[in-house]
C-alpha cells in the first residue's frame, strides 16, 4: 500500500497569499496517477489536478500541481475567500490497483 | 454533463449488509476508458476508496475491505451498486459513488449510511 501524507495538517493564511500543500509518498507513484481534491463542508470532494499538473475542467488558472516521484505540491497563488477548504491528495496503483488518499491538509482563514 | 445519485437505505442494524446503488444520467456507464468508484468519509475523517468496476465488468477491490464488497453494474438500469457485508459502526459514514479516470470526476453528493441497532 502506498501511503500519502499530506503537510501542514493545517494552514493558516489571509486572502490574497500564497498556499503551498504538500503530499509525500511512502513510494513512488507514477504522475500520471496523482490527483488533489478540494472538499467544503457538506460537499462531495472537487477534482482539481490529475496527472499531477494538469486542471480540471472549470479550474482557476490561480491552482497549479507539481512534482513527481515521492513529493508533489498543490499551490494556490491567490488565495481567493472561496478557496478556503480541505484538500486531499490521492495516488492510483496499477499494480494491483490500489487507490489511497491523503490525510487532508484544512486550509482556513488566518 | 454527466450527474451521479446515490441511494438506499440510511440506517443500517450492525451485521446486516449496506445496499446503495448510484444512478448515472446524462452519459451511459458503458462508455468504455472508466471505471465506476464506491468511496466512503466517516464523520469528520478523510476519504477511504472501496473499489471500483470497470466498464468491461472487471471489479477491484480495497483490499482492507475485499472480503465483505460486492460491486456490480446494472447496465440497463445505467446504474451500479455496492454491498458491504457484515457492517459495524465503524462503517458509518457518507458514501460516495463517482466516475474514475485519471482522478474521480464527477462524484454523486454523497449519502450519509448509520450503522445502528
Known amino acids: 500500500e502506498i501511503v500519502l501524507t499530506q503537510s501542514p495538517g493545517t494552514l493558516s493564511l489571509s486572502p490574497g497569499e500564497r498556499a503551498t500543500l504538500s503530499c509525500r509518498a511512502s513510494q513512488s507513484v507514477s504522475s500520471s496517477y496523482l490527483a488533489w481534491y478540494q472538499q467544503k463542508p457538506g460537499q462531495a470532494p472537487r477534482l482539481l489536478i490529475y496527472g499531477a499538473s494538469s486542471r480540471a475542467t472549470g479550474i482557476p488558472d490561480r491552482f497549479s500541481g507539481s512534482g513527481s516521484g515521492t513529493d508533489f505540491t498543490l499551490t494556490i497563488s491567490r488565495l481567493e475567500p472561496e478557496d478556503f477548504a480541505v484538500y486531499y491528495c490521492?495516488?492510483?496503483?496499477?499494480?494491483?490497483?490500489?487507490?489511497?488518499f491523503g490525510q487532508g491538509t484544512r486550509l482556513e482563514i488566518k | 454533463q454527466l450527474q451521479l445519485q446515490e441511494s438506499g437505505s440510511g440506517l443500517v442494524k450492525p451485521s446486516q449488509t449496506l445496499s446503495l446503488t448510484c444512478a448515472v444520467s446524462g452519459g451511459s456507464i458503458s462508455s468504455g476508458g472508466y471505471s465506476w468508484s464506491w468511496i466512503r468519509q466517516p464523520p469528520g475523517k478523510g476519504l477511504e476508496w472501496i473499489g471500483y468496476i470497470y466498464h468491461s465488468g472487471s471489479t477491484y477491490y480495497n483490499p482492507s475491505l475485499k472480503s465483505r464488497v460486492t460491486i456490480s453494474v446494472d447496465r440497463s438500469k445505467n446504474q451500479f451498486s455496492l454491498k458491504l457485508s457484515s457492517v459495524t459502526a465503524a462503517d458509518t459514514a457518507v458514501y460516495y459513488c463517482?466516475?474514475?479516470?485519471?482522478?474521480?470526476?464527477?462524484w454523486g453528493q454523497g449519502t450519509l449510511v448509520t450503522v445502528s441497532s
Open positions: 490521492q495516488q492510483y496503483g496499477s499494480s494491483p490497483p490500489w487507490i489511497t
Open positions: 463517482a466516475r474514475g479516470a485519471l482522478g474521480f470526476d464527477p
